[in-house]
């Protein structure tokens, strides 16, 4: 089993800057790669970046290329996702996910809200 809990939700301003954590515990060694969903109000879950535990590979969304940047900390069993020049419709809860070869476990979300 692999434990996922992300952190550093919050309220901010159009333009500003979040960076959200997520923290796996348990059979982390398992963990192959590291990603982050998110859900707004009425609307289904989408892919936000994701990573690659041992290699760094990253992917994007098209709607954050160049605006968010995932990292992770093996060391630290914790990857990050740094958001930059949020907009309103960046609004939402923030999942993170721990993937294993056969499993993916989930964190329970952290609410990020963008004002206008």
């Known amino acids: 089993q692999v434990q996922v809990v992300e952190s550093g939700g919050g309220l901010v301003q159009a333009g500003g800057s979040l960076r959200l954590s997520c923290a796996a515990s348990g059979r982390s060694f398992r963990i192959v790669s590291i990603a982050w969903f998110r859900q707004a109000p009425g609307k289904e879950r989408e892919f936000v970046a994701q990573?690659?535990?041992?290699?760094?590979?990253?992917f994007y969304a098209d709607s954050v290329k160049g605006r968010f940047t995932i990292s992770r900390d093996n060391a630290k069993n914790t990857a990050y996702l740094q958001m930059n020049s949020l907009k309103v419709e960046d609004t939402a809860v923030y999942y993170c996910s721990a993937e294993t070869l056969y499993d993916k476990y989930w964190g329970p979300g952290t609410q990020v809200t963008v004002s206008s």
């Open positions: 990573i690659t535990w041992s290699g760094g590979i990253t």
